[in-house]
Structures are given as structure tokens and as C-alpha cells.
């Protein structure tokens, strides 16, 4: 079992920057894909960014690319998602999730194994 813990949402203006953050616990962080996802109300979960085991790799949805950065600290078990130039649009809450494999199902909610209880992202025009 994978434990996933979100931190870092909050209130902030259109055009402002927040640092989200997922820590886990419970196996190997190294040996496991990580991957952000969004859900806004009455939306479907939304693929936004993941991240290869070593952080070679990335790769983002087009609605947050080039805003967004994914990043992972395999020493601190975290794998964090720099937001910049933030609009009303990417509010949701945000969940981090884990899965083995690097590839092209990596944007497929369903393909993770491992899902945190998610952070509350609130942005106001």
C-alpha cells in the first residue's frame, strides 16, 4: 500500500502562484509514477501532470501547459505541482496519485493504483 497525503491548496487570485505538495509513505516512492489530477464541481476528474520514476519525464495536459510544473523529491518522497499564472478555470480540487508504469495511459485516472484525499485549489477572478 501507497499512502498519499496532499497539502498546500488554498485561496488565491487570478495570476497568482501556488506549490502543492504529496507526500507518501508505505513503499518505494522511486519505484512509482506520479501523476496530478483535478476535479472541479460537477466535472469529471481531469488529468494534469505526471512525472516519471527518476523525474526524467514529464507530462502535462495542454490546459496547464506551460503554467504548470511537476517536480519530485525522491529523498523527501514528495512529488510537488508549481502553479503559475493561475486562473479561475483551474479551480478544483487537486488529488496526486501513484501508479507503476510509464506510459501512454499515464493521463488515465483509472490506470493509477494509489489516489490521496485531495487539496482544495480556489482561484478568483
Known amino acids: 500500500q501507497v499512502q498519499l497525503v496532499e497539502s498546500g491548496g488554498g485561496l488565491v487570485q487570478a495570476g497568482g502562484s501556488l506549490r502543492l505538495s504529496c507526500a507518501a509513505s508505505g513503499r518505494t516512492f522511486s519505484n512509482y509514477v506520479m501523476g496530478w489530477f483535478r476535479q472541479a464541481p460537477g466535472k469529471e476528474r481531469e488529468f494534469v501532470a505526471a512525472i516519471s520514476w527518476s523525474g526524467g519525464s514529464t507530462y502535462y495536459a495542454d490546459s496547464v501547459k506551460g503554467r504548470f510544473t511537476i517536480s519530485r523529491d525522491n529523498a523527501k518522497s514528495t512529488v510537488y505541482l508549481q502553479m503559475n499564472s493561475l486562473k479561475p478555470e483551474d479551480t478544483a480540487v487537486y488529488y496526486c496519485?501513484?501508479?507503476?508504469?510509464?506510459?501512454?495511459?499515464?493521463?488515465?485516472?483509472?490506470?493509477?493504483?494509489?489516489w490521496g484525499q485531495g487539496t482544495q485549489v480556489t482561484v478568483s477572478s
Open positions: 496519485a501513484a501508479r507503476n508504469r510509464w506510459d501512454l495511459l499515464v493521463r488515465n485516472r483509472g490506470s493509477y493504483d494509489y
